[in-house]
T-cell receptor, first 114, second 112 residues
Framework: NAGVTQTPKFRVLKTGQSMTLLCAQD?????MYWYRQDPGMGLRLIHY???????AKGEVPDGYNVSRLKKQNFLLGLESAAPSQTSVYFC?????????????FGPGTRLTVL | GENVEQHPSTLSVQEGDSAVIKCTYS??????FPWYKQELGKRPQLIID?????GEKKDQRIAVTLNKTAKHFSLHITETQPEDSAVYFC???????????FGSGTRLQVQP
């Protein structure tokens, strides 16, 4: 089992460019999450999904879109990147809702927006 | 929505000493409180969790206590070792909300 994987590991964008971050899990988990991690601010939830074809907003959804077309994949899109979106992005999945039970995290994607 | 505050932001202890990290939450309906450990450059990993019907839970050198009346919970690490050095995050889940709210993290440094 690979667990939760993220692609890419690093990326540098210019302001206004777009990109998609891919999260994949092979544990057959229903719930998937996208977080951003900034120094001194912990993990903040961007969007999450409670099942294939569903998405919901988290604490900081502005500037991001997501899709869950397949149960194993959760995509995070930045349509027009801004320097404020420079961060480390973590994807996570869990078998039960709201992390009541363990959330398994991916290795993270370090994104820099110039 | 839920708000979770975590203190201290940094903590330095000598090897063998105990470390305590405290979190408070705002939503009295919260019912699940996990703790995650993140080593430098790695992903967060669950180390212990507690549910609202339990006051204390232990797993070897780590323990978590929950005070529902005061709306706070704490992580206790005894006999600290250098490999305990990491950032620790608390989190809370409100009833009906299908996601966690994380605290801002505590950087624990265990001095050999």
């Amino acid at each position: 089992n690979a667990g939760v994987t993220q692609t890419p590991k690093f990326r540098v964008l210019k302001t206004g460019q777009s990109m998609t971050l891919l999260c994949a899990q092979d544990m057959n988990h229903e719930y998937m999450y996208w977080y951003r991690q900034d120094p001194g601010m912990g993990l903040r939830l961007i969007h999450y999904s409670v099942g294939e074809g569903t998405t919901a907003k988290g604490e900081v959804p502005d500037g991001y879109n997501v899709s869950r077309l397949k149960k194993q994949n959760f995509l995070l899109g930045l349509e027009s990147a801004a320097p404020s979106q420079t961060s480390v992005y973590f994807c996570a999945s869990s078998i039960t809702s709201g992390g009541e039970g363990e959330q398994f995290f991916g290795p993270g994607t370090r994104l820099t927006v110039l | 929505g839920e708000n979770v505050e975590q203190h201290p932001s940094t903590l330095s202890v000598q090897e063998g000493d105990s470390a305590v990290i405290k979190c408070t939450y705002s939503d009295s309906a919260s019912n699940y409180f996990p703790w995650y450990k993140q080593e430098l450059g790695k992903r967060p990993q669950l180390i212990i969790d507690i549910r609202s019907n339990v006051g204390e839970k232990k797993d070897q050198r780590i323990a978590v206590t929950l005070n529902k009346t005061a709306k706070h919970f704490s992580l206790h690490i005894t006999e600290t070792q250098p490999e305990d050095s990491a950032v620790y995050f608390c989190a809370a889940r409100s009833v009906g909300r299908r996601a966690l709210t994380f605290g801002s993290g505590t950087r624990l440094q265990v001095q050999p």
